[in-house]
């Protein structure tokens, strides 16, 4: 019988989740408690029921993939283990639901079809797609690079319009 499974990205461990006394299965990834800097974080992890488990390699490189297509390209090891991690539970006929407040992950969960549940915002509604340009000359890009190929300016961001 498929379970449920709560994947908690850094986010959810600053938000407070109630991770000690909960019947939940809950699960994270080695990145992101290697990501977890407060030593009372650390300490109550130790002491929870929360699982610490690892991806496949295939399912880090659909993420990379994902995050590709929608111009996040920034993400941390973490933020892509947490993805990748939700990616091999749904495989295995479960279902993950990503507990994170960072966009980034959030768009990129949504565009590979994850459910991500948010914690202190009110989350993504669609899929966003970022648009790279040049502030000097205007020029545009569709993949993100360090700098203009006709001036040599460093490229900023935003979101694509529809």
Excluded: H
Aim: hydrophobic share 35%; glycine share 4%; proline share 4%.
């Amino acid at each position: 019988m498929p379970q449920q499974y709560l994947v908690l990205d850094t986010t959810a461990f600053y938000a407070g989740v109630p991770y000690t006394n909960t019947s939940e299965n809950l699960v994270t990834t080695p990145d992101v408690i290697s990501e977890v800097s407060n030593e009372r974080t650390r300490s109550l992890i130790a002491l929870s029921k929360i699982n610490v488990l690892q991806a496949t390699p295939e399912d880090f490189r659909r993420v990379k993939d994902a995050a590709r297509r929608t111009g996040d390209n920034n993400l941390s090891k973490a933020d892509q283990s947490v993805l990748a991690l939700c990616l091999s539970i749904a495989s295995e006929g479960n279902e993950a639901i990503l507990l994170s407040d960072d966009f980034a992950v959030e768009n990129v969960a949504s565009r590979l079809g994850i459910k991500a549940r948010p914690l202190m915002t009110g989350g993504v509604t669609t899929v966003a797609e970022w648009v790279f340009f040049c502030p000097a000359c205007g020029k545009k890009y569709s993949k993100q690079r360090p700098d203009c190929l006709v001036c040599g300016t460093k490229l900023e961001k935003r979101l694509k319009k529809k």
